[in-house]
């Protein structure tokens, strides 16, 4: 018996996870940026796995730059990376 979960794939590493082994950014329609804990947050959102490795590289690459189309501020890479320790 495999119960199915959503899955997403991680904007870095481009494998797919659960739901909850990702963290949401979220870009509201009036173009601001936020980490969605909730996953319940309205507008297009981007998944990153808890990987350090994965987090690095985000930053690193500027990945939700990329996913986003547009420039995403340093306060969303620093709170990302924050939720991801304080989670695991
Ligand atoms: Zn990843």
Redesign the pocket.
Known sequence: MNKTYPQRM??????M?EKRD?VRVVKSNDSTFCVDTTGKMGGRGAY????S??HQ??KKTKALNKAFKCLVPNEIYEELEKKCKTQN
């Open positions: 991680c904007i870095v590493c481009h494998q996870f990702l990153v796995c808890k990987n490795e994965c590289k985000l």
